[in-house]
């Protein structure tokens, strides 16, 4: 499963811009759907998730200032990201989790988009 993400870019800070992640089939057949980030020299940090019932979560930082949120007849899930700072520069990162339910121990399976780039200027 390749996920495609799209919409990163350069803006100042304050500003808004919107990532886009694609999946080749229904979204519907993962347990969430997420996105994370990387800055360079740092940890990857899991920003954003939607499960498959809808419910959202958001890392601290982003709390009040990014949107997840999907289209299933699209296959797609964006992230909305408002009053941007320049510490949310990084590289964002789409991935997809499916869990197969087993008897003992389910199995997950996660898959990753390639990453676009979003930079905030000061």
């Known amino acids: 499963v390749q996920l495609q993400a799209s919409g990163g870019g350069l803006v100042q800070s304050g500003g808004s811009l919107r990532l886009a992640c694609e999946a080749p089939?229904?979204?519907?057949?993962?347990?969430?759907m997420n996105w994370y980030r990387q800055a360079p020299g740092k940890q990857r940090e899991l920003v954003a998730t939607?499960?498959?019932?809808?419910?959202?979560d958001y890392a601290t930082s982003v709390q009040a200032r990014f949107t997840i949120s999907r289209d299933s007849a699209k296959n797609t899930v964006y992230l909305q990201m408002n009053s941007l700072k320049p510490e949310d520069t990084a590289v964002y990162l789409c991935?997809?989790?499916?869990?197969?339910?087993?008897?003992?121990?389910?199995?997950?399976?996660?898959?990753w988009g390639q990453g676009t780039q979003v930079t905030v200027s000061s």
């Open positions: 991935n997809a989790r499916r869990v197969v339910v087993r008897a003992i121990v389910d199995e997950k399976y996660d898959y």
């Open positions: 939607i499960t498959n019932d809808g419910s959202t």
């Open positions: 089939g229904s979204i519907g057949s993962f347990k969430s």
